[in-house]
């Protein structure tokens, strides 16, 4: 299993940024995929959960309706579209998956919110 995501960087308070998360090694159209956080000095947080059919779920409070995830189960990838960024957004974000009693994490990538 290999989660890999991509699209981080760095961007002005009430920017946007996209990042896409490239699975690979299971059967990716049939798992639900979260998006997780972590700030520095703080733990790890789910920013929200997909179903394997594209329905968001136990989406974090704080994102709500600026935070959009979705799938491309063709594609293997999933994304995160981030609106309206803040600068309590900045962290470093990872996609998970659990296959087979097992968890993996891709790389993270960094997103930094700052004027």
């Known amino acids: 299993v290999q989660l890999v995501e991509s699209g981080g960087g760095w961007v002005h308070p009430g920017g946007s940024l996209r990042l896409s998360c490239a699975a690979s090694g299971f059967p990716f159209s049939t798992y639900a995929m979260t998006w997780h956080r972590q700030a520095p000095g703080k733990e790890r947080e789910l920013v929200g959960r997909?179903?394997?059919?594209?329905?968001?779920?136990d989406i974090l409070d704080s994102v709500k309706g600026r935070f959009t995830i979705s799938r491309d189960n063709a594609k293997n990838m999933m994304y995160l579209q981030m609106n309206s960024l803040k600068q309590e957004d900045t962290a470093v974000y990872y996609c998970?998956?659990?296959?087979?009693?097992?968890?993996?994490w891709g790389q993270g990538t960094q997103v930094t919110v700052s004027s």
């Open positions: 998970k998956a659990a296959y087979r009693l097992k968890t993996y």
């Open positions: 997909i179903t394997s059919e594209g329905d968001m779920r």
